[in-house]
């Protein structure tokens, strides 16, 4: 329990009693085509590479030239989805000038691997450092993505951990899977694969590479993968560090500080960045969150209907996944001809993440996770389980929903690092990745000390 001083600690105090204690549970798993073999599973860790062929690019290029532009409503930029005659202007340079095979190359800087857990051949890079100073400890790290990412999002940033420029920064051997039913990690055949699914899986996959203890990190469906895990083996997990916190069941402080804390802040240790974010309530944490969560209720209920669609129109694909790179990036976007998009990212880079998803035909099945996790309610057994290994979140102004210190307290226990951000939105790691890499840098030398 952690209990800071003043009313504030008082009132947590109180509330921090009704929380359920001990780990969370869970079997075994078979995810794969038919049942397990009685021989046991492959464990056999498998070097990956990507390819492409001309046949590949031929038949993308079809199916673009082929596609029927409508016209946007006049003076709508992004209010009503992707901005369709900005969305063909990227399409052209999708069409001309993006050069896959050159961003394939780009993708194999890493090493890639495959191996065979709970029926499924599971995607992850796994880098380790160069060079490391002598007397230097490598910190394990695994990185978990979301939707609808992928792990070409750390990119960016597993330079920043594993070659630090900086002498003082940790270094890291980082290890990025694709969840199940993303990028290139097989999709399961079977139903009920949800969060805590995919944390076994993973926890299964670290012990494959042989790391005992090890650092998590996580943003969006990340968040709740590397959650979970810190929840399942509390033990195993060193330290975790996420940037995307939304309350999962509010108690009475949330909603206490809900409202009264525009009146009386300090009680709530509410800043000025919680009170702009925050209030008025009703826009901030109804109206707003209701703008950009329709995409949401779809694929809660019937994500392989939108998913047939998507998967068989790269335009369509490309126009469902980037309009997520604009508004969740910063909801003033909405508002612009372009939608911002690229005033953050690069669309080599967005149409990358783009490519994984056609290239392999995976955007039903990732869509499908939000129905395995959100289609049996809110109440599962995780959202009552708080976290008690050493945690630190990084807030980002910008995200799709604003967690004040005090609420992310209410589930992570040991919250020993909160940073406010002073820029950034909901794909952090691919946006900030320096911010990001400083920050996750912070949280563990903090831990680290603590365990001496």
């Known amino acids: 329990m952690c209990v800071t001083g003043g009313a504030t600690g008082r009132l947590q105090k109180i509330v921090s009693l009704n929380h359920t204690s001990g780990l969370l549970k869970t079997g075994d798993g078979w995810w794969g085509v038919g049942g397990r073999p009685e021989a046991g599973e492959e464990t056999t860790i498998r070097p990956f590479h990507l390819s492409t062929s001309d046949e590949e690019l031929e038949d993308l290029h079809r199916r673009m030239d082929q596609t029927r532009p409508v016209p946007s409503l006049h003076n709508s930029q992004f209010n009503y989805g992707f901005n369709s005659e900005y969305l063909q202007k990227v399409i052209s340079y999708w069409r001309n000038n993006f050069d896959w095979r050159k961003q394939v190359e780009r993708i194999n800087q890493y090493p890639h691997f495959k191996t065979n857990i709970e029926g499924l051949d599971v995607h992850f890079v796994h880098v380790k450092p160069k060079s490391v100073p002598e007397g230097t400890k490598v910190i394990p790290l695994i990185m978990v993505h979301g939707w609808p990412g992928s792990f070409y999002e750390f990119y960016g940033l597993i330079p920043l951990l594993t070659e630090p420029s900086q002498p003082e920064r940790c270094v890291f051997e980082v290890v990025c899977p694709s969840i199940p039913g993303y990028g290139f990690s097989e999709a399961p055949h079977q139903k009920g694969f949800d969060s805590v699914c995919a944390a076994r899986v993973f926890h299964k996959l670290m012990k494959r590479l042989g790391f005992e203890h090890f650092y998590a990190h996580g943003g969006d469906w990340g968040w709740l993968v590397t959650t979970n895990m810190a929840q399942l083996e509390p033990k195993t997990?060193?330290?975790?560090?996420?940037?995307?916190?939304?309350?999962?069941?509010?108690?009475?402080?949330?909603?206490?500080?809900?409202?009264?804390?525009?009146?009386?802040?300090?009680?709530?240790?509410?800043?000025?960045?919680?009170?702009?974010?925050?209030?008025?309530?009703?826009?901030?944490?109804?109206?707003?969150?209701?703008?950009?969560?329709?995409?949401?209720?779809?694929?809660?209920?019937?994500?392989?209907?939108?998913?047939?669609?998507?998967?068989?129109?790269?335009?369509?694909?490309?126009?469902?996944?980037?309009?997520?790179?604009?508004?969740?990036?910063?909801?003033?976007?909405?508002?612009?001809?372009?939608?911002?998009?690229?005033?953050?990212?690069?669309?080599?880079?967005?149409?990358?993440?783009?490519?994984?998803?056609?290239?392999?035909?995976?955007?039903?099945?990732?869509?499908?996770?939000?129905k395995e996790n959100l289609s049996q309610g809110l109440n599962k057994p995780h959202t009552r389980i708080p976290v008690v290994v050493p945690s630190g979140y990084a807030c980002f102004p910008n995200e799709l929903m604003h967690t004040p210190e005090l609420w992310v307290r209410q589930k992570y226990q040991r919250l020993v690092s909160f940073t406010p951000m002073p820029r950034g939105g909901h794909f952090a790691a691919m946006e900030e990745p320096e911010l990001m890499a400083e920050d996750i840098n912070k949280f563990v030398q903090i831990v680290e000390r603590l365990k001496k």
């Not at 309530?281 to 392989?304: C, F, N, R, W």
């Not at 996944?321 to 080599?348: A, M």
Request: glycine share 8%; proline share 6%; aromatic share 12%.
């Open 237 to 370: 997990v060193t330290g975790l560090h996420i940037n995307f916190a939304p309350p999962s069941k509010p108690g009475l402080l949330v909603t206490l500080s809900i409202l009264l804390g525009k009146t009386f802040p300090k009680l709530f240790g509410f800043t000025a960045m919680d009170l702009e974010r925050l209030y008025p309530a009703v826009q901030h944490l109804l109206a707003e969150p209701l703008l950009e969560s329709g995409y949401m209720h779809i694929q809660a209920t019937k994500p392989d209907t939108v998913g047939r669609a998507l998967n068989d129109s790269p335009v369509g694909l490309a126009a469902y996944i980037l309009e997520k790179f604009t508004t969740w990036t910063n909801k003033n976007f909405r508002n612009l001809d372009d939608g911002g998009l690229t005033r953050k990212f690069s669309l080599d880079d967005l149409l990358t993440n783009i490519m994984i998803y056609w290239t392999a035909g995976c955007i039903t099945s990732s869509m499908r996770f939000y």
